[in-house]
C-alpha cells in the first residue's frame, strides 16, 4: 500500500488544504487507524488518500452525469417538455 500513500502525496504536493470535520462509524476509524499504522502514516493521509482513488475511479461516471446535466438544460433551453426530458434521461441515467 505504500505506493497508494505516496500517490496521493505526489498528486496534491503544494497545493491549497483546508479542514474539515468529518462524522464516521467508530469502527471505520479504527480500520483506517490499523491501515495507517501498517503504512506509517497518519489517518489524514489515509483517508484523503481513498477520496482520491474513489474519486479517479469515478471520474467517467461524474463526466456522464455532468454531460447529462448539460444535456437537460440545452432541451429545456430549446423548449423540449420536462416530461420528454425526464423520458429520454430515465434510459440515460440509471
Known amino acids: 500500500m505504500k505506493e497508494l500513500v505516496c500517490h496521493?502525496?505526489?498528486?496534491y504536493a503544494g497545493k491549497p488544504t483546508t479542514t474539515i470535520n468529518l462524522e464516521m462509524p467508530a469502527e471505520l476509524l479504527e480500520q483506517i487507524t490499523r491501515t495507517a499504522a501498517l503504512?506509517?502514516?497518519?489517518?489524514?493521509?489515509?483517508?484523503?488518500?481513498?477520496?482520491?482513488?474513489?474519486?479517479?475511479?469515478?471520474k467517467a461516471a461524474v463526466k456522464r452525469l455532468e454531460f447529462a446535466?448539460?444535456?437537460?438544460?440545452v432541451m429545456?433551453?430549446?423548449?423540449?417538455n420536462q416530461e420528454t426530458i425526464d423520458e429520454i434521461f430515465i434510459k440515460l441515467v440509471p
Do not use: M, P, W, Y
Open 8 to 11: 496521493i502525496n505526489t498528486a
Open 39 to 58: 503504512e506509517d502514516t497518519d489517518a489524514a493521509t489515509i483517508i484523503n488518500c481513498f477520496v482520491h482513488q474513489g474519486l479517479e475511479n469515478n
Open 69 to 73: 446535466e448539460h444535456a437537460r438544460k
Open 76 to 80: 429545456k433551453g430549446q423548449g423540449i
